[in-house]
């Protein structure tokens, strides 16, 4: 037991001190500070030993996530991916002819006359008998790629154009295969795969391996068709662009009747009737756009109805 001394003096502590308080059983004490500011004391501390020693505060960690940063990465993730796909899409449109040249002279074999008898052997070499030894492991990866990339991938553009102009332009269309519709009017876009058919006719007449004038006159023709399908739909949105295209193609043709030029013979001739033709129909496509437009502009002028002779 303590001396009467050290109650006093207990009794004579600051006021201010905290001091414990029994609020319950002994065996289920509940204590609270008591002198102690509301402020610094927020709750009350159980106790559950005799000895009355105090638990340390338990603290609870919350994980706040937040959704406004997790919005942003996944938008980030679907951005790369639409621009992983749309990369991968133009880099098989740039290598398209020299893989379809490449795989085609893999696969093309013509029948070459030996001692014993007839054999195919490739064109592009003739040393090599078709599907014999080497060949025989590399010709069918020729021909799987015939089928998906050479054959499948102009459809699969015409598949993507279609899907395109019957549920519309979405942002993810757009990103991932926007060069099928971009700069083009909507109901042109087919002309996008022009290119693609144009690289793959090269490349057929160049596995053939016809003459030079014959190669020519393909060529030519082409050229042609292209002219007049510019000029006959005007696929593109900007007049400056139509015209563009319009002078490149015949830029090609014009080189195209050169060479032709100094081959002379008949396929020359028919390369320079063809040019004629297509050079009216041009002239005639021109005159009469430039005259819808006209009519366009007055009628507009006057307030009047202009759906009648909108370019088409």
């Given at each position: 037991?303590?001396?009467?001394?050290?109650?006093?003096?207990?009794?004579?502590?600051?006021?201010?001190?905290?001091?414990?308080?029994?609020?319950?059983?002994?065996?289920?004490t509940t204590m609270m500070m008591v002198g102690e500011s509301p402020r610094a004391w927020h709750t009350e501390t159980n106790f559950?030993?005799?000895s009355l020693s105090p638990r340390p505060p338990t603290t609870k960690t919350t994980t706040t996530i937040s959704a406004p940063k997790?919005?942003?990465?996944?938008?980030?993730?679907?951005?790369?991916?639409?621009?992983?796909?749309?990369?991968?899409?133009?880099?098989?449109?740039?290598?398209?002819?020299?893989?379809?040249?490449?795989?085609?002279?893999?696969?093309?074999?013509?029948?070459?006359?030996?001692?014993?008898?007839?054999?195919?052997?490739?064109?592009?070499?003739?040393?090599?008998?078709?599907?014999?030894?080497?060949?025989?492991?590399?010709?069918?990866?020729?021909?799987?790629?015939?089928?998906?990339?050479?054959?499948?991938?102009?459809?699969?553009?015409?598949?993507?154009?279609?899907?395109?102009?019957v549920k519309g332009v979405s942002p993810a269309f757009q990103l991932r295969f926007g060069f099928l519709t971009r700069s083009l009017?909507?109901?042109?876009?087919?002309?996008?795969?022009?290119?693609?058919?144009?690289?793959?006719?090269?490349?057929?007449?160049?596995?053939?391996?016809?003459?030079?004038?014959?190669?020519?006159?393909?060529?030519?023709?082409?050229?042609?068709?292209?002219?007049?399908?510019?000029?006959?739909?005007?696929?593109?949105?900007?007049?400056?662009?139509?015209?563009?295209?319009?002078?490149?193609?015949?830029?090609?043709?014009?080189?195209?009747?050169?060479?032709?030029?100094?081959?002379?013979?008949?396929?020359?001739?028919?390369?320079?009737?063809?040019?004629?033709?297509?050079?009216?129909?041009?002239?005639?496509?021109?005159?009469?756009?430039?005259?819808?437009?006209?009519?366009?502009?007055?009628?507009?002028?006057?307030?009047?109805?202009?759906?009648?002779?909108?370019?088409?």
């Amino acid at each position: 037991m303590g001396s009467p001394s050290d109650d006093q003096h207990n009794e004579s502590d600051d006021e201010s001190s905290p001091r414990w308080t029994d609020l319950g059983r002994h065996d289920n004490t509940t204590m609270m500070m008591v002198g102690e500011s509301p402020r610094a004391w927020h709750t009350e501390t159980n106790f559950t030993s005799p000895s009355l020693s105090p638990r340390p505060p338990t603290t609870k960690t919350t994980t706040t996530i937040s959704a406004p940063k997790t919005k942003t990465m996944m938008t980030w993730t679907a951005l790369c991916k639409h621009r992983i796909i749309h990369s991968i899409v133009i880099l098989f449109v740039i290598l398209y002819f020299i893989l379809s040249l490449r795989t085609m002279q893999a696969v093309y074999c013509i029948s070459v006359p030996t001692e014993d008898a007839q054999q195919l052997r490739l064109n592009v070499e003739r040393a090599i008998t078709c599907y014999t030894l080497s060949h025989l492991y590399a010709a069918p990866f020729a021909w799987v790629m015939v089928v998906l990339f050479i054959v499948g991938f102009p459809m699969f553009c015409l598949g993507m154009i279609v899907r395109a102009r019957v549920k519309g332009v979405s942002p993810a269309f757009q990103l991932r295969f926007g060069f099928l519709t971009r700069s083009l009017r909507p109901r042109r876009h087919v002309y996008s795969i022009a290119p693609i058919l144009i690289n793959l006719a090269v490349a057929i007449q160049t596995v053939i391996g016809i003459p030079t004038d014959e190669s020519l006159l393909v060529n030519g023709l082409i050229f042609c068709v292209n002219i007049i399908v510019l000029s006959l739909f005007w696929p593109f949105l900007k007049r400056v662009m139509n015209i563009f295209v319009l002078t490149g193609a015949y830029a090609r043709l014009v080189y195209v009747l050169v060479l032709s030029g100094r081959q002379g013979g008949m396929y020359f001739t028919i390369l320079i009737v063809v040019s004629a033709v297509t050079v009216v129909i041009t002239c005639v496509a021109v005159a009469l756009r430039i005259r819808r437009a006209k009519a366009k502009v007055v009628m507009t002028r006057q307030g009047q109805d202009v759906t009648s002779i909108e370019l088409k």
